[in-house]
C-alpha cells in the first residue's frame, strides 16, 4: 500500500512539475519571445520545450492533446488561427519517429526525460533541431498559404529553427539543473 501512495505522490509531483513548467514557458513566450524579431525573420519558439521534455514514453494521446493544448494556448495569445496547434501536433507526432530515428538504444527506462544527463548534448541538439524543424515548416508555410514566397518562407524557417533551437537547449541546460 505504501508503494502504491508514493507512486500516486510521485505522478502529482510529475504533474505539478510540467504544470509550472507549461505556465513559465507560456509566461517568458508571450511577454519576452512574441515581441523578439530578430531580422524581421526569425522568431524564437520557446514554448516548444514543453513537448520535447515529455517523458520519451509518454502515451500517445497525451502527448497529442499536450500539443494541442500548448499550441492552442499560443494561438490564444498570437490570435493566428489554430496555425500553432496545427504545428506542435505535427511536431508531436513526429516525436515517436524521431526519437527512434536518432537513438542508438531502442528501450528506455519508463519515466525518461529526453536531458542532456542522460543522453547527451549531440542527441539533444540532434533532436530539438529536427523537432523544432517539424514545427517551423507547417507553421510558416500554413501562415504565409502559398509558394510563391518560398525562398522568404524557407530562410524564415531556417533562421527561426537555429534561433529556436538556441533558446531551446539553453532551455534543457536550465531544466535539467532544477529536475534534479
Known amino acids: 500500500m505504501r508503494l502504491r501512495s508514493e507512486i500516486i505522490d510521485m505522478d502529482i509531483q510529475g504533474i505539478l512539475r510540467y504544470l509550472f ?9 508571450v511577454l519576452v519571445f512574441n515581441s523578439m524579431r530578430f531580422g524581421g525573420y526569425a522568431n524564437p ?12 514514453d509518454v502515451s500517445g494521446w497525451t502527448l497529442l492533446f499536450s ?3 500548448v ?7 498570437q490570435d493566428s488561427l489554430g496555425m500553432h496547434a496545427a504545428a506542435t ?5 513526429c516525436r515517436p519517429a524521431v526519437i527512434r530515428l536518432i537513438s542508438v538504444k531502442s528501450d528506455f527506462e519508463p519515466g525518461t526525460m529526453p536531458g ?7 542527441w539533444v541538439t540532434t533532436y530539438v533541431l529536427l523537432m523544432v524543424m517539424l514545427h ?11 509558394f510563391t514566397e518560398f525562398g522568404q518562407t524557407l530562410s524564415r524557417i531556417l533562421l527561426s529553427t537555429v534561433l529556436s533551437s538556441a533558446f531551446i537547449v539553453l532551455g534543457f541546460f536550465f531544466w535539467g539543473k532544477t529536475a534534479k
Open 21 to 29: 513548467l507549461f505556465l513559465l514557458l507560456l509566461l517568458i513566450q
Open 45 to 56: 519558439y520557446v514554448y516548444l520545450l514543453f513537448i520535447l521534455l515529455l517523458p520519451i
Open 67 to 69: 500539443a494541442f493544448f
Open 71 to 77: 499550441g492552442l494556448t499560443i494561438d490564444v495569445f
Open 89 to 93: 501536433v505535427f511536431m508531436a507526432f
Open 116 to 122: 542532456i544527463a542522460t543522453q547527451g548534448l549531440t
Open 136 to 146: 517551423h515548416i507547417p507553421l510558416f508555410f500554413l501562415e504565409i498559404f502559398r
